[in-house]
């Protein structure tokens, strides 16, 4: 059976999921999080899709949990990822895109009370000019999810 994610439009192979470690693991971790954040947390995730496939399962749970590493505060994480997405997608291009490193530069400028009421307008958290340093993690996921794709070509389409 499958169908499409409304928020990423990735594939969702349903008995893929049910199957695949990853796949349960990551919906282990979504369903443990409050709906705003897991919902906020989807649409950031959607950004790394590669543009012609889905993302891969592991892959998707490792940058889950890089992101649930960054900040603690469920509120403040979830606004700061739906700020990321929009302002990203506003842009229109630059996905896939390759770092935390815009979303590490809303969240500094996230007030730590962020919730629904406390908005900065996303002028104000801008990314800064200084390039971020992609950090070597990513490289190595990308090698990885290169060797991955590889492998699902077999089994796919
Ligand atoms: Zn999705």
Redesign the pocket.
Known sequence: MLAR?P????HLQLEAIVQDEAARELLGVLSALDATLSRAL?GY??LWRPAKQDLRWDRALRLAREVLALEADPARLAWALSETTEAIRAKGGSTPIKSHGYLKRVLEGTPQSAGAGAVVPSEQVAPRAAPVKAPSATVDGVMRLEALKRRARGSDT
């Open positions: 994610c928020v990423c439009h990735s989807v995730l959607g």
